[in-house]
């Protein structure tokens, strides 16, 4: 199974915990990466990128347009 990265980084665990419940919710199975770096070195959060979110590649494409709605 390979995972991809989507575009969209989240800067605190809040947002990108409601980003993955909203994928899961969808059947999109998806996993954090670095929230634990950014919730206790938030000073490093640039260098790290912030919170990122990987789905697999056959669900890549709708995880995107949910985001979109999301963010709408």
Known sequence: MELITLETVYTNEVD???IK???ENNDIPCVL???NMVGLYSIY???IGGIKIKVRKE???KALKIIEEVSE
């Open 16 to 18: 990108a915990s409601l």
């Open 21 to 23: 419940h909203k994928l």
């Open 33 to 35: 990466i670095d929230t």
């Open 45 to 47: 959060n640039p260098a």
């Open 59 to 61: 669900d890549y494409e």
